[in-house]
């Protein structure tokens, strides 16, 4: 008679609950991920096959480089969502595309580099750079300047768009259990639901997909976009300034992590490994075609709920990920979800980021009383919103064109009005994060 298992204090070593229930473990952590992270490349138009394969192989880079101590997925930032507008023009010139998964792939580079710093100068030193008044409102921007092609999307079919954000809403607000963690993924069902009912989904692209293929494609691949074009420069300034605020929501998801299992892994094995293994991760993903990874809180809060907090798990997630995205038959049903599903999820997701730019703000108690902060503020929200307006600034160098978005402009603005204005006494404090949100990733 097999013993019985106290789940009270968690489980650190699922081993001992045996091969099939860390099967179906898995898959759980697979399905809390899933919704999130096919979301992103239907929003920018990269492939579902590249990016779940990017998802699994790059958490179980993290787990090597992190010596498999920290139980995380790593999923689709959507942070990266208003870089690839701004450099596909919204999805007007999607040739472009490789070009900022090369970007991508360099801003991957930048958590490398960070992480090389924090090893050398400390951790407090290196932040002082990134306060929250910095990243707050760079949050904040990429929200609002997303939130046109959310309502262009709704305009298509405003009932799919209703339904979709209508159950996202219910199920953060009311659900239970996974209800409460799958909101994304169940609006997604059910306003789909609602598609077939209507008519409004077209089935064509699924009967002509091969059942097997294989999920990189070398034109949509980042590693052959990397060149000295302007094309390519100009994409770099784009996204690069996005990873200071996915360095900050990876803290704050670690932080969130170390909370949930009651082991502090900022410590061991450290935030300069986990800072380490999330950028190559996403530099993997960047040359692959892939969009930019990200530690998330939906299998953080499965950690929560299952008290099963072996990393093993999570890997065995990441490998069923692996294994599904070469399957372009599944893609292909993917990719039938009507736009205006999409707009009508984006439409609180975008907001939601925002929002989050606002709460960051808020949890670490930034005094906008201080004129210092209101400048710093109020430089990076109109920058971002009034340069993205007009197409960002364009100059040569060296005979080559290069092109600043706004979102590049805000931040680099941020980041040198915040080193040289005096009254700059913020202190990082490793065992409070930055207050990301959990249900919807940022």
Not at 13 to 40: E, N, S, W, Y
Not at 311 to 319: D, G, N, S
Not at 349 to 357: D, E, T, V, W
Request: proline letters at 4%.
């Amino acid at each position: 008679m097999s013993e019985k298992v106290d789940y009270s204090k968690g489980i650190y070593d699922a081993k001992q609950l045996g091969v099939p229930r860390m099967l179906i473990l898995g898959v759980q952590h697979m399905f809390a991920m899933f919704g999130a992270t096919v979301l992103v490349p239907l929003l920018t138009g990269l492939s579902v096959s590249t990016t779940l394969l990017c998802a699994g192989l790059g958490t179980l880079l993290f787990h090597l480089i992190t010596k498999g101590k920290v139980p995380a997925f790593l999923g689709s930032s959507f942070a990266y969502l208003g870089g690839f507008a701004i450099v596909s023009n919204s999805g007007a010139n999607p040739e472009n595309l490789p070009y900022a998964c090369a970007a991508v792939a360099f801003s991957g580079l930048l958590y490398v580099l960070v992480s090389l710093l924090i090893s050398t100068f400390g951790i407090r030193r290196i932040m002082k750079f990134f306060p929250p008044v910095v990243t707050g409102p760079i949050i904040i921007s990429i929200g609002l300047i997303l939130a046109p092609s959310a309502v262009s999307n709704c305009s298509t079919n405003w009932l799919l768009a209703i339904v979709a954000l209508g159950t996202v809403i219910v199920c953060n607000i009311w659900g239970k259990g996974m209800v409460k963690i799958l909101p994304i993924l169940l609006g997604i069902l059910v306003s789909y639901v609602v598609a077939l009912v209507t008519g409004a989904v077209d089935f064509t692209p699924i009967a002509e997909a091969r059942l097997i293929g294989f999920p990189v494609h070398r034109e949509a691949m980042g590693l052959f976009a990397i060149d000295g074009s302007e094309k390519f420069i100009s994409a770099l300034f784009t996204i690069l300034p996005i990873a200071i605020a996915t360095m900050m929501e990876h803290i704050g998801d670690i932080a969130a992590i170390s909370a949930t299992t009651g082991k502090n892994y900022i410590r061991d094995p450290g935030l300069n490994r986990t800072l380490m293994g999330d950028g190559l991760a996403t530099t993997m993903a960047g040359l692959l075609g892939g969009p930019a990874n990200t530690t998330y809180g939906e299998n953080t809060g499965v950690l929560a709920l299952s008290k099963i907090y072996d990393p093993l798990v999570i890997r065995i997630a990441a490998l069923f990920a692996c294994i599904l995205s070469f399957c372009p038959k599944f893609e292909a049903i993917i990719n039938t979800i009507p736009s205006a599903i999409i707009g009508g999820i984006s439409f609180m997701l975008y907001g939601m980021i925002s929002a989050i730019g606002v709460r960051n703000v808020v949890e670490n108690q930034v005094d906008f009383t201080n004129t210092r902060n209101l400048i710093i503020a109020a430089v990076i929200l109109v920058s971002a919103l009034g340069f993205n307006s007009v197409g960002g600034i364009t100059f040569a160098v060296g005979g080559v064109s290069i092109t600043l978005s706004g979102l590049a402009i805000a931040a680099i603005a941020g980041i040198v009005l915040n080193a040289i204005l005096p009254g700059n006494d913020y202190e990082f404090d490793a065992n409070e994060g930055t207050g990301e949100g959990a249900s919807l990733r940022v």
